[in-house]
């Protein structure tokens, strides 16, 4: 089963499954997560091939999908699942396949489509960094200075400094992002609510993508957040918070 970190206890409200995206892990998500759980439990997991959860050489969004499914199974079904951009598409076949176990959806800037763009030169620096000099987390970002501002602070909070080595599944992960990058065939929808809450700045959900969207979540709704990107709740952390408890708390 994954590991997961639970914040808060058992309350009114259903308990809330967070899925990271590539790369993350649910440590990123902890202020969040600590907020939220003034309404009831928060379960942040980190994603297989990242940070303290298993390594397998699948990482499809089918095993993806039922990674989540069991740790909703144990933690509380149905649940309420939030999930960023590779934890949205996740979080999407886990409430198409599994419909039982949803109770209502949000799906963090991400589309269920297949996109153009690579991540492979994240892979590509994290590869090439020297861990016979690493004895800080400062060590890894003075090798990363080629990435764009924020992500060598971002990947760097998946260093195991101790064991001089990333917490991150490289190899499969690079084997398998095509299936990342995608989005699998699924048969079925969700007939619960659905929020996809997108960043303004950001262009991984447009308008065109409600066409696909609409048939497997017939009930989704979309809002954005002005001044965001692709990693909205790190930019707009508070807006984000708000925007995902008037969703679930709204009847």
Known sequence: MLNYTTYGATGAARPLLIAHGLFGSGRNWGVIAKRLSDR???NAVDMRNHAHSFWDGSHSYEALADDLAQVVEKTGAPADVLG???GGKAAMVLAVTRPELVNKLVVAD???????HTQMVPIEAMRKVDFSTVERRADVLEQMTQLEDGLPEFLAQSVDVAGKKWRLNLDVLTDEMGKIIGFPD???SFGGDALFLS???SDYVTRDHRTTIKP???N???AKIPGAGHWLHAQKPREFEANVRAFLDRT
Not at 110 to 116: E, G, S
């Open 216 to 218: 497997l979540f017939p």
């Open 40 to 42: 009831g439990e928060v």
């Open 84 to 86: 960023h951009s590779m």
């Open 110 to 116: 991400i589309a269920p489509v297949a996109y153009t």
């Open 186 to 188: 699924v048969e079925g």
């Open 220 to 222: 989704a709704k979309f």
């Open 199 to 201: 960043g303004g700045d």
